[in-house]
């Protein structure tokens, strides 16, 4: 069965409508489906619909709901991905293969070493609602049936709260995981729900921010083998070890 995105406001649960108006003419037209033909529905909250087309028309796709149930391609596990501000569109890449790979939430940090900045105010706000539209997108092209959410960015104290909250998290690091002292693979052996991810910028963590953070009870150091990795694959590397080591691969 196809699915298709449409707006949480299309969705009326009270009348069982549902309305499509961004796919329509892929639907109509590529497609070629017709009033009795069915489709899955997702809007992005992790609940999905399977639905009957009713009416095709210039000004959208209706449809009729015909059973509600969660989502099948989320998974179980919630990965927040910390990330360093790194330099220009990097960021773009690694929300959309976050996203790809099943992390439920990117905040993006302000870090020592941050060259770049995502400024307050207007142009800020400019940058994440971008970065917002990428998430979706990716959401949508990988089937997913949660849309992740792209924070704000935060100073490394408001990072720390957030972190707190998680049952685990994974710094990467490499003075401290290429020492042998912390095994990705032993982390991640314990029993977690949740799970943070923290990257630092191109410049790496400075020492007082890796004091800081390895000071978390709930904060582990790792390394990913002897190569160092650029800040836009680390961060990636992990989250697929992650989802496989925890059976959503």
């Known amino acids: 069965m196809r699915r298709f995105f449409t707006e949480p406001e299309n969705i009326n649960k009270n009348t069982g409508v ?3 108006s961004e796919d329509a003419a892929h639907i109509s037209r590529v497609l070629r489906m017709e009033p009795g033909d069915m489709i899955l529905v997702f809007d992005g909250s992790g609940a999905e619909y399977e639905a009957e087309i009713t009416e095709i028309s210039g000004d959208g796709i209706l449809a009729e709901i015909r059973a509600e149930k969660d ?17 220009s569109g990097k960021l773009e890449t690694i929300v959309q293969k ?8 990117i905040v993006p940090y302000r870090a020592d070493r941050s060259v770049a900045k995502i400024p307050e105010g207007p142009k800020g706000e400019q940058k994440i609602a971008r970065l917002g539209k990428i998430a979706r997108e990716a959401a949508k092209q990988c089937g997913r049936g949660l849309i992740p959410e792209v924070a704000n960015a935060v100073s490394l104290s408001e990072m720390l709260d957030m972190i707190k909250k998680l049952d685990i998290a994974v710094m990467l690091y490499e003075e401290l995981g290429h020492a042998g002292e912390k095994n990705l693979k032993d982390i991640l052996s314990r029993e977690a729900e949740t799970i943070g991810v923290i990257i630092g910028p191109e410049g790496g963590f400075s020492a007082k921010e890796a004091e800081t953070l390895t000071g978390l009870d709930n904060v582990f150091a790792a390394g990913l083998g002897p190569r160092i990795l650029r800040t836009e694959t680390a961060g990636i590397a992990a989250l697929s070890i992650i989802m496989y080591e925890k059976d959503e691969i």
Do not use: D, N
Not at 71 to 87: D, H, R
Not at 98 to 105: K, M, N, P, S, T
């Open 71 to 87: 989502s099948e391609y989320e998974p179980k596990i919630k990965v927040t991905l910390f990330q360093g501000i790194p330099k």
């Open 18 to 20: 549902i309305i499509i």
């Open 98 to 105: 976050a996203v790809e790979l099943g992390a439920v939430r």
